[in-house]
């Protein structure tokens, strides 16, 4: 029993060693997969990208992977552990990754190729005294990630951030620009990993000035004018109530009549409403009103309001009421807002004008038929006198005796 105890005490002692070994290999082959090195490059398209291996030791080769499969020498020069894309293209992104002699992963990389920061388009509109929106379009695709810094400057030369609304893409606005310094310039600098680039739009604080349309545009009749609507108008609400003492705008307002190609215009400072005196009776009429800032002439004018369709009063045929002496009562009418409608009376007209202009055309066929055939007559007909004119000669001249 003596003897036999250090035997099983050594077979036992060799399991444990053996077991302990298994686990630390193991674990030190989980470490080396969990712990590799993980890296973001990025680089241009067209053009030779390097990528390193970090983990190789000098001189010591390498094997460079794509996405789990060998890179093909014809892509690649693979020189001291690095990898040389000579021409670097869509198709060679992806994730690299190096490995030693025995397979063991050293590092991963994965590539991201692209191109330099560009120029970008910068348009700005300042739709009141109090604010300035800008936005911008990139005018080339990177396919990196990119950002923006935006920021101004006036006449004093001093540079404030121009502030991004991140809700908004690749917007900012100035609040309360300064009114005595109309020059404006707005810098857009783009930045990605493979550098930064920057914009810069000039522009005249005055003539960028462009008001909001008009809003809540309504028309409506007045009883017993056939030739009259009364238009009213809110100002934008982008233009405040507190801005309408010291900046006023005057409107312009355009009508015509469903049908006509011809817009009729009237023009009012500061009044919300306007009344049509010569609209056509009985016809649909298309309405728009658009702003401007009064005081500034070199500002721009809004867009125009939404198309809005009324047709003024017509007579009832209803038996007549009674109503109160005094100025004609304005009715609501039900109008509705459109861009392009068609005025069925203005197709009845014009198809009445078409069968008029026919009837006239047959009319002046037959005629001109009818005198032809009458001159034709009276032709034969004198052909006709005369041949019996000679006849009766020639039988005289037969009955005188010779």
Not at 168 to 197: H, M, Y
């Amino acid at each position: 029993m003596n003897h036999r105890c250090p035997v099983y005490c050594h077979v036992l002692v060799g399991l444990i060693v053996i077991g302990v070994i298994y686990l630390f290999s193991v674990n030190i082959k989980s470490e080396i997969w969990t712990n590799g090195v993980s890296d973001v490059q990025f680089g241009r398209l067209g053009s030779r990208v390097t990528l390193t291996c970090g983990g190789s030791l000098g001189g010591s080769p390498v094997e460079w992977r794509l996405n789990g499969s060998s890179v093909q020498p014809w892509q690649a020069q693979i020189s001291e552990g690095s990898l040389t894309l000579l021409n670097a293209t869509h198709s060679m992104e992806g994730n690299y990754s190096c490995h030693d002699e025995r397979g063991t992963l050293l590092q991963t990389i994965k590539l991201r190729l692209g191109h330099q920061p560009y120029f970008v388009h910068i348009s700005c509109r300042v739709p009141n005294h109090n604010k300035i929106n800008c936005s911008w379009t990139p005018t080339k695709t990177t396919h990196l990630p990119t950002r923006y810094i935006s920021s101004f400057s006036t006449n004093a030369g001093v540079v404030e951030p121009c502030e991004q609304d991140f809700n908004r893409e690749n917007e900012c606005s100035i609040t309360d620009p300064p009114l005595w310094a109309p020059k404006l310039l707005v810098n857009i600098t783009e930045i990605n990993p493979l550098g930064s680039n920057s914009t810069i739009f000039r522009g005249d604080y005055h003539q960028l000035l462009k008001p909001d349309p008009p809003e809540d545009v309504t028309v409506v009749q007045v009883d017993g004018q056939p030739t009259q609507l009364l238009v009213q108008w809110k100002y934008p609400e982008s233009w405040p109530d507190e801005m309408t003492g010291a900046f006023p705008l005057k409107f312009l307002l355009r009508y015509r009549p469903i049908g006509s190609s011809f817009w009729s215009a009237l023009e009012t400072e500061e009044n919300s409403s306007l009344r049509i005196m010569d609209a056509l009776a009985g016809h649909l009429h298309q309405i728009q009103v658009k702003a401007q800032d009064a005081l500034n002439n070199y500002s721009q004018w809004s867009e125009w309001s939404h198309v809005v369709e009324a047709r003024p009063w017509t007579e009832s045929w209803d038996e007549p009421t009674e109503e109160p002496f005094g100025i004609p009562s304005v009715k609501s009418f039900p109008v509705r807002a459109t861009d392009k409608s068609p005025d069925s009376s203005a197709d009845q007209n014009g198809s009445l004008g078409l069968l008029v202009l026919v009837g006239l055309f047959l009319a002046i066929i037959v005629a001109v038929l009818l005198t032809i055939i009458a001159l034709l007559w009276v032709r034969q007909k004198k052909q006709d006198i005369v041949k019996n004119q000679e006849l009766s000669s020639m039988v005289k001249m037969k009955s005188i005796p010779i």
